[in-house]
């Protein structure tokens, strides 16, 4: 997987704008914030003079010296009289980060970037372009994450086409082969929905099933906060192509329906090149699974325990008895 790292001195246009310290204005807390260093760097001084101060600096730089310079003074207790040596900021040292900052750093960071890409369509289309590649802060080891997780969050959308034609219906019909295929190995009659998930695990690789299989979650959850209407349609054409002789159980096509969303929405030129070269040899892809991974794996087919059952039926009727040797040579079944 790749990696972008920013924040450094050779930052280039194309990635600056993920710095916290880019140029990109947001209003929060009815305030104005000229940078996101900015409103993090005044929030360490929250409800005194000195967060206005930092807040109102014309540069990243400034706000960050007024932020980070300190001294040791001594604080004294208006009780007991006893000094405590702190590290005091302001021009006469007489502020203190306030006593919680490890505890809402990363609460205030957030806030922050997802202000700042708020509103900015140009600014979140510039995000997603950075695909599934590990984003990396040099100055701050928070902001990777939090920018991958709205990042995610901006791609989880509806689906930009509308049709599985082409290319797409050749993937959709690989991956219920490859699903009805696991499912006679296993001696099911049945479809279920964790077998199409182990069938895109043997269609995509192990990690990249992980991926989709987790995206799927997501958008099993966001089209329970928004309309998705694309994403419906193409689950609607997905259901239609089932074949009706083999019975796919709930929820089979909606993660189906996840793979085509992973596929436009999120997977990298890598991702699809071994699409496109799996679809050439989805016949001969080995269907290696960990035994366990899935209920299924664990349970003995109905129809299995059913064989089983009626060989064992069969067994207790068969009763060995003593015989003649007049009987014997009479019949020589000697079983009941």
């Known amino acids: 997987m790749s990696r972008i790292v920013f924040s450094t001195i050779d930052d280039t246009v194309k990635v600056r704008f993920l710095s916290n310290s880019s140029n990109y204005p947001f209003v929060l807390e009815d305030k104005t914030w000229p940078t996101v260093d900015h409103y993090v760097y005044a929030k360490k001084f929250e409800g005194t003079q000195l967060e206005n101060i930092i807040r109102e600096s014309p540069t990243v730089f400034q706000a960050k010296k007024l932020a980070t310079r300190c001294k040791y003074v001594f604080d004294i207790d208006p009780i007991t009289g006893k000094k405590t040596k702190v590290k005091g900021y302001g021009q006469q040292y007489q502020y203190r980060i306030r006593n919680d900052w490890d505890f809402v750093e990363e609460e205030i960071l957030r806030a922050g970037i997802t202000a700042k890409f708020a509103g900015r369509s140009s600014l979140k289309k510039k995000l997603t372009e950075t695909k599934t590649s590990t984003l990396i802060d040099s100055a701050n080891p928070l902001t990777g994450?939090?920018?991958?997780?709205?990042?995610?969050?901006?791609?989880?959308?509806?689906?930009?086409?509308?049709?599985?034609?082409g290319k797409n219906k050749k993937m959709l019909s690989a991956l219920i082969y490859l699903t009805i295929k696991i499912s006679r190995l296993e001696g099911w009659d049945n479809v279920y929905k964790e077998m199409v998930g182990d069938a895109i695990y043997a269609f995509t690789g192990e990690e990249t099933g992980q991926r989709i299989l987790s995206i799927h979650q997501d958008y099993s959850q966001k089209r329970e906060e928004k309309s998705m209407p694309k994403y419906k349609k193409v689950l609607n054409d997905i259901q239609k192509r089932i074949p009706t002789d083999v019975s796919f159980q709930a929820g089979s096509a909606e993660i189906l329906t996840s793979f085509f969303a992973w596929k436009e929405n999120f997977a990298s030129s890598s991702d699809k090149y071994t699409l496109d070269k799996n679809l050439e040899s989805v016949r001969t892809i080995k269907i290696s699974l960990h035994p366990g991974r899935r209920w299924y794996r664990d349970q003995v087919p109905p129809k299995i325990e059913k064989k089983k059952k009626r060989k064992k039926k069969e067994k207790k009727k068969v009763v060995e008895k003593e015989v003649s040797v007049e009987d014997y040579q009479k019949d020589e079944m000697y079983y009941i």
């Open 145 to 165: 994450p939090i920018l991958e997780s709205i990042r995610k969050d901006i791609q989880i959308r509806d689906l930009p086409y509308t049709e599985i034609d």
